[in-house]
């Protein structure tokens, strides 16, 4: 009610100015209590969202000074702080950042870094050691923008930001180093240590914002990483309490910034059991970084290996790409952690050596993240199929897992062409955030990626290029890889980790590596993209796509080129997206039916954001030295599946001479990942060709090629449709096929005496099917005498089943899934004349159901029932 009544009298004083000039009415615009987080970095100003830790750059060059020791005023409804220049001076800030400074002749000179406003608008900030000011910002007050006094602290604490808590009025800190949390009476300047802040423990950081909300949550944030921190409840701790504090966000990184928010604004919080987004940022319970080690949420999980890293795909190197993972699924190739060769520190002395006299990994560090050990997972097989010319990578262990990786690699003819970013949205994982993080006084772009499998990666990219004559190295660092300096030599750097703080540690000490051989003359870096896709799949000829708008945006353009199958031609499409400044937006993109896309979506101003996408290849095996192939073509499938089918899109034509054998394969994912398809039980397809087909359904779980399932059809001139139980399908194991881990469909020809002979294969539709299944076109073959309508169909809440009978009778009306499985039954009596049943959508998902009325006197057709 008091800071209403703030807001009121000034309001009317801004009525009063307004009479006098338009030019302050414009410097008179208050903040008035928003939700936003305001991070100051010199001039420039950024808007957080605390519960996301998105922001964006909200205006720049504000002053013509840096402002520090920012603080939200609730007595005038204005952010203040004070300027390095002119000395002695602090700054109002209105929400249309226009600004007005004031002198105040009674301060120190120097810069004052620490500030805040209590709620009756005294500002108190200071620099280093006990001292710090008093002015007073009450535009009621009689002494209004004057000088109040200087106090001291009873101890001198090396804190960097300090905030009022609305709830008790008092103000908090927390300590650079000692990590620990401190409240602070303004009116005695008492300074009391509460304890160190448990999510802090161990860390070094700077902590240059702080904010609190309405309900006393202490929000810290770190000046080197951006990851902001909360401590719940402060105002209800003492010196033997159990402090409950945890990570909260991802933001903006800064090496000099200040923060402020009014403090009786809420901060929207996820609740972590419920399987709702609760604070709006389009994570649910444990994907939410608030979240982190709530109930059985983890806190963390091992990130990928390198020796799985490095490669994802691109249309320049599909095919060979496909050839390296069909090759590693056929063996069930899996990288042994525990068994590779461990890596052990050898010092080197760089004064003995020439600048050019270095390998990676003299650039790889060891013992900086505390690992247990480290391993050598170098991916050798990236040298035959890329642009890289040298590779090394490192996995590092703690209680034999991973939890951080460093891939290395030389190129000669521009930057290594693939990054984890930008592929891993579309093969099932997800985008969390994507800012800033601050290393060695230089804002690299760091990115959170939660795989498929639930898993956390913080990740970072650099890459290092040679300059000044071969004296220095020149870092560069982008988001999109059409940046970098073209045809040159880099020394490449993808660095990933299941702790931001092991991901600052390690590429910090990169950098310090690289600035050891040849020292760094500069830094070219990008800024993170402002509209991102946080995740999406490719399904029935559309992209399905969410994209996160961190700075409102209208509109963004969306530039792809594309192909519909493994051999077609690249087509290039534009066009734009409404996202109508929302921050999330669920968009589906029709492209028609294809085999992989990459694209680009951007507002034309910002970093634009740039995914690629690949679905499972067909690839041929023609490693033969007799074998040649003489036509290989991927055609788009003509026919639809049934929904409850598993599809194998695009329909293979291979021909070939050969004297011993050739193959086609068709994985199920980008990435060779297994697939369970037990809820499935026959493979079908049409086939025609010359001979016998070998069929083989590749088990990850198995290593030896000759235990894997099979089995064999043969093929005709004309086109055939099969439909092989699994049943079918057999092992020298001699046990029956357990389609939990299906991999890689292997289709295979063979000359059967051993000379050299014409084979063909042409396979369509190919699929995973079941005899289970109460399929549609069951139904069409049955002979019907009555018709079944819905209306509505599609069904959005509910619907009506409209009959007609001539008696009375009682039916039964039996809902069905596309598994064949009862999803609803009711018992109706029918009267002589039209009936309606009414039904509704209550745990129904979104898909096709069939719906039937049996009865013991009358046969009805069968209905397709649509629910959106």
């Not at 701790?237 to 933001?251: K, R, Y």
């Not at 990786?405 to 093969?427: F, M, P, Q």
Request: hydrophobic share 35%.
């Amino acid at each position: 009610m008091i800071t209403k009544l703030h807001i009121l009298k000034n309001q009317i004083v801004i009525l009063a100015v307004v009479l006098f000039s338009i030019t302050i009415q414009a410097q008179n615009t208050p903040f008035n209590c928003d939700f936003s987080a305001y991070l100051f970095q010199r001039n420039d100003v950024y808007a957080i969202d605390l519960a996301s830790g998105n922001s964006f750059l909200a205006a720049t060059d504000i002053t013509p000074g840096n402002i520090n020791a920012t603080a939200y005023n609730p007595a005038d409804g204005f952010i203040w702080g004070y300027l390095s220049t002119p000395s002695k001076t602090i700054v109002r800030i209105g929400k249309d950042f226009q600004t007005t400074s004031f002198t105040i002749p009674e301060l120190t000179t120097g810069n004052k870094y620490v500030g805040d406003i209590s709620p009756d608008g005294i500002y108190y900030f200071k620099a280093g050691g006990k001292s710090y000011f008093k002015i007073d910002l009450n535009p009621d007050s009689a002494t209004y923008a004057q000088y109040l006094s200087t106090e001291n602290l009873t101890q001198n604490i090396s804190i960097h930001d300090w905030a009022f808590n609305a709830v008790d009025g008092n103000i908090y800190a927390v300590e650079k180093t000692s990590n620990i949390l401190y409240r602070i009476d303004p009116t005695t300047s008492v300074v009391q240590a509460l304890g160190e802040v448990p999510i802090l423990s161990g860390l070094n950081y700077t902590y240059g914002a702080v904010y609190f909300d309405a309900d006393g949550r202490f929000y810290v944030s770190a000046n080197q990483t951006g990851t902001v921190y909360v401590i719940q409840s402060v105002q209800d701790l003492n010196t033997t309490s159990t402090m409950d504090s945890n990570l909260f966000a991802f933001g903006p990184s800064s090496s000099s910034n200040d923060g402020a928010r009014c403090p009786t604004a809420p901060v929207a919080q996820e609740i972590c059991d419920n399987g709702i987004d609760d604070d709006g940022d389009g994570l649910i319970d444990c994907e939410d970084p608030s979240c982190s080690g709530f109930g059985s949420c983890e806190v963390i999980a091992p990130p990928t290996t390198a020796n799985d890293g490095g490669l994802e795909s691109n249309g320049r190197l599909s095919e060979a790409i496909s050839k390296r993972n069909f090759n590693r699924a056929k063996k069930s190739y899996a990288f042994d952690q525990k068994s590779a060769k461990r890596v052990t520190p050898n010092p080197v002395n760089y004064t003995s050596r020439t600048t050019n006299d270095f390998q990676l990994q003299d650039f790889v560090p060891l013992t900086t993240i505390n690992e247990d050990y480290a391993v050598e997972s170098t991916p050798t097989d990236l040298l035959n199929i890329t642009n890289a010319t040298e590779v090394y990578a490192v996995d590092y262990m703690q209680n034999d897992a991973s939890v951080a990786s460093i891939l290395a690699l030389k190129t000669e003819n521009g930057v290594y062409e693939h990054t984890k970013y930008i592929c891993d949205r579309l093969l099932g994982a997800e985008l969390i955030s994507v800012s800033t993080i601050d290393i060695n006084e230089q804002a690299f772009i760091k990115s959170i990626i939660k795989n498929a499998d639930g898993s956390f990666e913080y990740v970072l990219s650099l890459s290092a290029k040679v300059a000044n004559n071969d004296n220095n190295f020149a870092i560069e660092s982008h988001w999109n890889l059409d940046v970098y300096e073209e045809n040159v030599t880099f020394y490449n750097f993808q660095i990933w980790s299941n702790s931001i703080d092991d991901l600052y540690g390690l590429s910090q000490e990169v950098l310090n590596l690289l600035e050891v051989v040849k020292p760094i003359s500069g830094y070219e870096l990008s800024t993170p993209p402002t509209v991102f896709v946080r995740k999406g799949k490719y399904n029935n000829g559309a992209l399905d796509l969410q994209i996160i708008n961190t700075n409102a945006t209208e509109n963004v353009t969306f530039d792809s080129g594309f192909r519909e199958t493994e051999t077609s031609d690249f087509n290039y499409t534009s066009s734009n997206l409404n996202l109508n400044e929302n921050y999330i937006t669920e968009i589906q993109v029709p492209t028609g039916n294809l085999f992989d896309v990459g694209f680009r979506i951007g507002d034309g101003i910002n970093t634009p954001d740039d995914l690629f996408m690949s679905d499972g290849p067909w690839g041929i095996d023609d490693s033969q030295s007799s074998t040649e192939v003489t036509n290989y073509a991927i055609s788009p499938n003509t026919n639809n599946f049934d929904t409850a089918d598993f599809p194998i899109e695009r329909n293979l034509t291979l021909s070939a001479y050969t004297s011993t054998y050739f193959a086609a394969y068709r994985a199920l994912t980008p990435r060779f990942k297994a697939v369970d398809v037990t809820s499935y039980d026959n493979f079908k397809l049409k086939a025609k060709g010359t001979g016998n087909l070998e069929i083989t359904l590749v088990k990850q779980s198995i290593t030896n090629w000759e235990e894997q399932y099979k089995t064999t059809i043969a093929l005709t001139e004309n086109y055939q449709s099969f439909a092989i139980p699994f049943s079918a399908f057999a092992s020298v194991l001699n046990t029956e096929l357990q389609a939990n881990d299906v991999v890689t469909i292997v289709f295979t020809m063979v000359s059967e005496d051993g000379t050299r002979t014409a084979k063909e294969m042409h396979v369509q539709d190919v699929r995973f099917s079941t005899g289970n299944t109460l399929s549609v076109n069951d139904f069409e073959t049955e002979t019907t005498t009555t018709s079944v309508k819905a209306y509505p169909n599609p069904m959005q809440n509910a619907s009506n089943i409209h009959f007609s009978t001539n008696q009375n009778e009682t039916v039964q009306l039996v809902i069905y899934n596309q598994l064949g499985k009862v999803v609803f039954h009711n018992t109706v009596k029918a009267q002589a004349g039209k009936n309606q049943i009414a039904i509704e959508r209550n745990n129904l998902s979104s898909g096709l159901y069939i719906c039937k009325i049996i009865s013991s006197q009358t046969q009805y057709s069968p209905l397709k029932l649509l629910v959106k």
